[in-house]
């Protein structure tokens, strides 16, 4: 049986996003941005999108006299991304 | 990469993947210039100590290792400053803390001789005539801290370069008195330090 997969990470950013949040304590805005290659106009609305359902903390802040967003990923986060990746194996498991 | 919602779920483990290997060979890209900027100024101090000690006035120059720790520290701090900053993780952490320990346990026993050679206490108690040199410690507690670097960042190479180091050098220190030890100090920082710095920034290069 097919599990559903979290319609919120079943985007190829949004997911390239937590994955990489996962992996890390916090990751500053430009961090993220070069390491998807995504324009900062369209992270920017997807992390608004990860930030609303809660799975990312956004800190705006200032580093000296510079704005500097940092995300990190929330519990609820790592859990919903947890809850994917198992899907995602019920999908492949059922396939071969 | 751009908002796509027609995911297979092959190509969702793809980016998942590819994007944790992406992230982890960022945070690992020049890991090893801390080990290759620490490592120079061992050598220039031991070289630097060892020639004033045989020449101009005995062991009192080791006072220099505490400059050493200043110089290192602002070295440090200006090669982060023009290093793209990487996220913070658990690897970094555990590596600072790795480096942390080691700095307080050498600062530690070097105040402690420092007090002894300033005669505040008495050399007698901390170290006995069938002592082991405190040079064979501290390579030793080196050599340590760069394998566990070594095996945190999953790398063969620096772990066996500094147990070569450590092991090596908490023996020969002991076959040299005086500033020679510092010989061997400088030895055991360009195999522990300077050669595994060089390997991580070569492997991690892209």
């Known amino acids: ?96 | 990469m751009e908002e796509n919602e027609n995911l297979t779920a092959e190509r969702s483990l793809e980016i998942i993947r590819e994007s944790i290997e992406q992230s982890r060979r960022a945070m690992s890209k020049h890991a090893g210039t801390p080990m290759i900027w620490w490592g120079s100024m061992v050598v220039v101090f031991s070289l630097l100590i060892a020639y004033l000690w045989n020449h101009h006035g005995g062991p009192a120059w080791n006072v220099l290792w505490f400059v050493m720790t200043i110089v290192g520290f602002i070295g440090n701090r200006l090669l982060d400053k023009h290093k793209k900053p990487v996220p913070k993780n658990i690897i970094g952490s555990v590596i600072s803390k790795v480096w942390l320990t080691f700095a307080i346990f050498v600062c530690g026993i070097g105040l402690i001789f420092c007090l002894a050679g300033f005669g505040v206490i008495s050399l007698e108690w901390i170290a006995p005539s069938y002592g082991i040199p405190l040079t064979s410690i501290i390579t030793f507690v080196m050599g340590m801290a760069s394998t566990l670097t070594g095996f945190i960042l999953k790398n063969r190479f620096v772990p066996i370069c500094s147990i070569i180091a450590g092991i090596g050098g908490f023996f020969l220190a002991q076959c040299y008195l005086g500033g020679e030890q510092l010989l061997v100090m400088a030895a055991v920082a360009v195999i522990g330090l300077v050669i595994p710095g060089i390997i991580l920034n070569i492997q991690t290069r892209e």
Request: aromatic share 8%; with cysteine.
């Open chain 1, 1 to 96: 049986m097919f599990q559903p997969l979290d319609p919120l990470l079943h985007s190829e950013l949004r997911l390239a996003v937590m994955s990489l949040l996962v992996s890390v304590e916090e990751a500053e805005f430009p961090y993220i941005k070069e390491q998807t290659g995504a324009t900062a106009g369209n992270l920017s609305v997807q992390l608004d999108k990860l930030s609303e359902a809660g799975y990312i903390a956004v800190e705006k802040t200032y580093k000296g006299k510079r704005p500097c967003t940092i995300c990190r990923i929330t519990p609820a986060g790592l859990k919903a991304f947890e809850g994917y990746v198992d899907a995602l194996k019920s999908y492949l498991e059922i396939s071969k």
